[in-house]
């Protein structure tokens, strides 16, 4: 048995050395870790199928050491993903059934395939996706889903299909809004559109690690009723919504990593905005939910159940749309690009599939700019800068002048503006300015940071600009459209 799985080219490992195993059962090719649980059942069946003889546990051991010896020293290297994965200008979404079918997109258009040139694995809770229809219509989502505008259907249907790419960067989608406002219930629709499981939202993980093992383990990231965000998971979830690094000691060992590298898609809710810092705002997608009457509420079974009969035809028209986004891609261009360049690129191709060009960028560019003034409304040293900036035009002075600038609007002494949230001392003004530099930037008003006269003293400069970038699509045919509604689907 070793040597034909050896031969038959089965074995491989990943960059991080983790050791795999193709499978063949009833036909269909399935991946495995080879240090997993299913893999390890599957060696004591295979053994007892050709010997008629249990499999020891000593026995089992040495063969899965030696079985992952020959994966990661005499077996290629491949990658293997969770539910999205591109390879050749293709994008491929498992389905997750039993025969372990996933479907093809490209620019000619999406078929269902069954051995597709990539590899999958099935993390714990992954559940299956419906097989996709043709002929369905996005407009079926809106009686699902509790939105208060078009602009807000525009960006949630530009999310999902943000979510279709496997190398991000995934823009975070945070909802918030009332109780009862079916914050939840969307979450877990929006979820099984991509990334069905069994535990479709979650509470917010504890620490750093356990959000790695939950990344590690699922595909699109839910977390419900969240009542704040700590910095560091702030800075962590900027770290997955673009593509980063994580490094945590193993278990049991003095020296040896568990490393992970990947971007994943990330769905939050909570009553309130608990997105306040800048650098995660930058990367959101804002929606506030509206109260539901309660003459208008319906059961929820009711609603899965209508969800359910429109899930097929609604996935195959998001993927018509991913698969007019590759056409058209190459052909898109902007004049200056905003943060999450990529997800705008992608959005701008795809938009045409559903609106007329410049939908999309009309709708990201009005809930930038009003996350935008959440932000600096929420952070004391952003709205004490707007206010010195629009008073006065121009100010420019040391961290300390600042400070004292601030107490004086602030018209209450120093324990007044400390306990509004500022910094402590002058030498944490630059970290918290540099932070709110970029949304600043957007509003007008431009920071800078220099060391003058012979004392070389920190010199804080702030002067109103004036910025307005614009996309736009090159393609002739896309220019000069124009109706009625501009999110009206054609």
């Not at 999902?160 to 975070?172: E, F, K, N, W």
């Not at 060992?253 to 995660?280: C, H, K, T, Y």
């Not at 590759?326 to 004049?335: A, F, G, K, T």
């Not at 957007?442 to 070389?456: D, K, L, P, Q, W």
Request: hydrophobic share 45%.
């Amino acid at each position: 048995m070793l040597m034909n799985m050896q031969a038959s080219g089965a074995l491989f490992h990943t960059a991080t050395g983790t050791a795999f195993a193709d499978v063949l059962i009833n036909g269909q090719r399935q991946t495995w870790p080879i240090r997993g649980k299913r893999f390890r059942a599957w060696l004591r069946r295979r053994h007892y199928q050709e010997t008629g003889q249990p499999l020891g546990a000593e026995a089992i051991r040495a063969t899965l050491d030696l079985l992952e010896a020959q994966a990661q020293f005499d077996a290629p290297e491949r990658a293997v993903h969770v539910r999205v994965a591109e390879h050749a200008g293709h994008i491929y979404l498992d389905l997750a059934d039993e025969g372990w079918r996933a479907v093809e997109i490209g620019p000619g258009g999406w078929r269902v395939i069954g051995c597709p040139p990539v590899r999958f694995r099935r993390p714990a809770g992954m559940l299956p996706l419906p097989m996709p229809e043709p002929g369905g219509s996005i407009e079926a989502l809106v009686p699902l889903l509790n939105l208060t505008s078009r602009n807000d259907l525009v960006l949630v249907v530009m999310w999902i299909l943000a979510t279709l790419r496997s190398r991000g960067p995934y823009p975070v989608l945070a909802i918030s809004g009332e109780q009862g406002s079916a914050k939840t219930v969307i979450c877990k629709l929006l979820k099984a559109l991509i990334d069905p499981n069994a535990a479709p939202v979650r509470a917010l993980a504890r620490e750093e690690r356990e959000l790695m093992i939950a990344a590690n383990h699922s595909y699109l990231l839910a977390f419900d009723n969240l009542s704040n965000l700590p910095a560091s998971f702030s800075d962590a979830f900027c770290r997955l919504a673009s593509g980063g690094s994580f490094a945590v000691r193993q278990l049991y060992s003095d020296d040896d990593e568990v490393l992970f590298q990947a971007a994943r898609p990330i769905l939050l809710n909570g009553i309130e905005d608990v997105i306040r810092r800048p650098d995660l705002a930058d990367r959101a997608v804002f929606l506030t939910l509206p109260a539901i009457a309660e003459e208008h509420r319906r059961p929820e079974q009711g609603l899965w159940r209508e969800f359910e009969i429109a899930r097929p035809r609604v996935l195959g028209a998001l993927l018509d749309a991913a698969a007019h986004g590759l056409r058209e891609l190459p052909r898109v261009r902007c004049e200056e690009l905003p943060r999450m360049a990529d997800f705008v690129l992608w959005a701008t191709a795809c938009e045409t599939a559903f609106w007329p060009a410049g939908t999309f960028l009309r709708a990201y560019d009005a809930n930038r700019r009003a996350a935008i003034e959440s932000v600096i409304d929420k952070d004391p040293v952003a709205a004490c800068v707007r206010e010195i900036v629009a008073d006065r035009g121009t100010w420019m002075g040391t961290a300390s002048d600042l400070l004292r600038t601030a107490a004086d609007i602030a018209g209450g002494g120093p324990i007044s503006w400390r306990n509004a949230g500022w910094p402590k001392n002058p030498r944490l003004i630059a970290g918290r300015l540099r932070r709110a530099q970029p949304f600043l930037r957007t509003v007008g008003i431009e920071i800078a940071f220099s060391r003058e006269g012979r004392a070389g003293n920190r010199m804080i400069r702030m002067t109103a600009t004036l910025k307005n970038p614009r996309c736009n699509i090159t393609d002739p045919r896309q220019q000069g459209l124009t109706c009625d509604d501009p999110t009206t689907p054609r």
